[in-house]
Structure formats: C-alpha cells, structure tokens
T-cell receptor, first 115, second 115 residues
C-alpha cells in the first residue's frame, strides 16, 4: 500500500517555463517531506525539504508547497533548465520514534526539459 | 570526497547463488539504509541500521540479510538469489540529528540481475 503517490510518471516542459511536480500522501502522521532528484546511473540527491509546520519553502529556483488538509505537496521549478531533466522523487517521514530516519518514497516523475 | 560508495556496480547471478553487496560511507553517519528500486515502485526500504551493531527490517526484508559490524560499512546479503530480486539496489546514510529527519546521501546503486 503506497502511502506516497506521484501520479504523473512523466512531465515535458519547455526551457524557461515552470515545471510543477505533484505528490499526494495518505498517512496523516507524515510531518516531514523531501524532494530528491535522480540522474541516470546515479543515486538520488537531496533537493529541498519542508516541515509540516510550514506551507512553503523556497531555495533558489525550487519551491515546495504543502497543503496539509489536502495531503498534497508540489515542487515548482522556475525557470526550468535543461539540467533539470531527471527523475524527481517525493519522500515523507512520519512522527514518532519508530519512524526516525525512515522515509516512504513515491514512484518518481521523469521530467524532460526541451529547448 | 567519496560520500557513499557501493560495490559492485553491476552483477549477474544465477538463481540460488548467494552474494554480498557492500556499502561504505565516509561521513561518520549513524543511520544507514538499503533500498531497492523497481519500475513504477519508487524506492522501497529493505533493511536499515541506526548505529554500529544494530539492524532492523524495513518494508521488504524477505530474502535479504544485513550486517553492520563497523560504523562506516553496511552489508546486504542475498542468501539464495531469486529472479524477483532483480533490481537496482541503493545504499544511503544520514545523520541522526533532529529525530532522524535529515536528507539521506545515496550511493550510485548496484544493478543486479538474477537469471
């Protein structure tokens, strides 16, 4: 039972435009969320995170929005660049000592930025 | 600056064979993890460790064993390989700070095929 869902397996966007990646979750105990970026033949690398006490976190071209009532978060990339072409994973961690250090990952969204 | 190093990068096994995947990190991280990535499934946690000498089961532990005899190393063993264990395996590590809500650092993966 996947508790973190990325329902769009792929996204194509023109260079310079905005990329919006979506992630839905079902576990109301999740209180910390991260986005990772993954290039082929490499491991995922951390991109940006957000705590459930916030509804927005920004880092340069990347902004993550959290809507707790809808159990939904999104990653905005503005402007999109060719180097942003990668697979993006959403991950979530629940509160509670049993969940320390453990994250549930979504299936990923492949982003292709076209010239 | 090596980070997380996985050995080997590729391996082909026959059904029933055994093997060990090695993960080494040089960041003095307390937490270490083994994940598998399958198409459409995202990253699923196999086993993890919260410190030297400790291991715990993750989401999909069956058919795997792990050991963490030294803080910097985390070994994943396949006792009797099965075709269902064909996957890409990722090792990761992280700090223990802030209730474990720290980004994980990933290795570049081991692509394992079981014939």
């Amino acid at each position: 039972d996947q508790q973190v869902k990325q329902n769009s397996p792929s996204l194509s966007v023109q260079e310079g435009r905005i990329s919006i990646l979506n992630c839905d979750y079902t576990n109301s105990m999740f209180d910390y969320f991260l986005w990772y970026k993954k290039y082929p033949a490499e491991g995922p690398t951390f991109l940006i995170s957000i705590s459930s006490i916030k509804d927005k976190n920004e880092d340069g071209r990347f902004t993550v929005f959290l809507n707790k009532s809808a159990k939904h978060l999104s990653l905005h990339i503005v402007p999109s660049q060719p180097g942003d072409s990668a697979v993006y994973f959403c991950a979530a961690s629940a509160r509670g000592i049993d969940s320390w250090g453990k994250f549930q990952f979504g299936a990923g969204t492949q982003v292709v930025v076209t010239p | 600056n090596a980070g997380v190093t996985q050995t080997p990068k590729f391996r082909v096994l026959k059904t029933g064979q055994s093997m060990t995947l090695l993960c080494a990190q040089d960041m003095n991280h307390e937490y270490m993890y083994w994940y598998r990535q399958d198409p459409g499934m995202g990253l699923r946690l196999i086993h993890y460790s919260v410190g030297e000498g400790t291991t715990a089961k993750g989401e999909v532990p069956d058919g795997y064993n792990v050991s963490r005899l030294k803080k910097q190393n985390f070994l994943l063993g396949l006792e009797s390989a099965a075709p269902s264990q064909t996957s890409v395996y990722f090792c990761a590590s992280s700090w223990i700070w802030d209730r474990g809500k720290q980004p994980q650092h990933f290795g570049d993966g081991t692509r394992l095929s079981i014939l």
